[in-house]
């Protein structure tokens, strides 16, 4: 199986900074790697396909990019609403895999 | 719209089965398959697996080849996860998801608790 890793685990930060999460595959995932963003007591909720594609309603101060192992997630200027957990999902290999997650919080 | 509606939350004692339903509207039921997620109280996602909707063959990831069971019924646009002999380490929110590719919709999950 694929492992996901992503770094930091906890990251807080303040309103307006620019923010980076992390996430590293065991193997090259040609980049079928997806963002959800979950908030306390929600559903998951998609922000990102295939590396660098913004979901339908997902703000512009999402963004991803990435290549082979290495995948980021930038929220240009962070929002209070953004407080949230994050994860990474690789969708090139069977079984689908998270990442363990990176919790956003307002410094 | 598509809408995922799973079952309401469970309390179950080590041993008893279960039998999770996800509701599915806004689309038509066999154009996506339906993958399920658990989510462990304060941890990460965990993949489960995914049943074709045009088939009905489930495939399940290692972790849950032995006491979990997808199934539906297409009539009425509803999947099913049943767990069966419940551990207490089933105690999780469960979800269920549509997908062509990436996971664009999800139910809203449903809590298991398993506890003696």
């Known amino acids: 199986d694929i492992q996901m890793t992503q770094s930091p685990s906890f990251l807080s930060a303040s309103v307006g900074e620019r923010v980076t999460l992390s996430c590293k595959a065991s193997q090259n995932i040609n980049k079928y790697l997806d963002w959800y963003q979950q908030k306390l007591g929600e559903a998951p909720k998609l922000l990102i396909y295939?590396?660098?594609n913004l979901h339908t309603g997902i703000p512009s101060r999402f963004s991803g990019s990435g290549s082979g192992t290495d995948y980021t997630l930038t929220i240009s200027s962070l929002q209070p609403e953004d407080v949230a957990t994050y994860f990474c999902?690789?969708?090139?290999?069977?079984?689908?895999?998270f990442g363990g997650g990176t919790k956003l919080e307002l410094k | 719209q598509i809408q995922l509606v799973q079952s309401g939350p469970e309390l179950k004692k080590p041993g008893e089965s279960l039998k999770i339903s996800c509701k599915a509207s806004?689309?038509?039921?066999?154009?996506?398959?339906m993958q399920w997620v658990k989510q462990a109280p304060g941890k990460g996602l965990q993949y489960m697996g995914w049943?074709?909707?045009?088939?009905?063959?489930?495939t399940y990831a290692d972790d849950f080849k032995e006491r979990f069971v997808f199934s539906l019924e297409t009539s009425a646009s509803t999947a099913y996860l049943q767990i069966n002999n419940l551990k207490n380490e089933d105690t999780a929110t469960y979800f269920c998801?549509?997908?062509?590719?990436?996971?664009?919709?999800w139910g809203q999950g449903t809590l298991v608790t398993v506890s003696s």
């Open positions: 999902l690789q969708r090139n290999s069977w079984p689908r895999t």
């Open positions: 049943i074709n909707t045009q088939t009905g063959k489930p």
């Open positions: 295939n590396t660098n």
């Open positions: 998801a549509p997908t062509g590719n990436w996971f664009a919709y």
């Open positions: 806004g689309y038509t039921f066999t154009d996506y398959a």
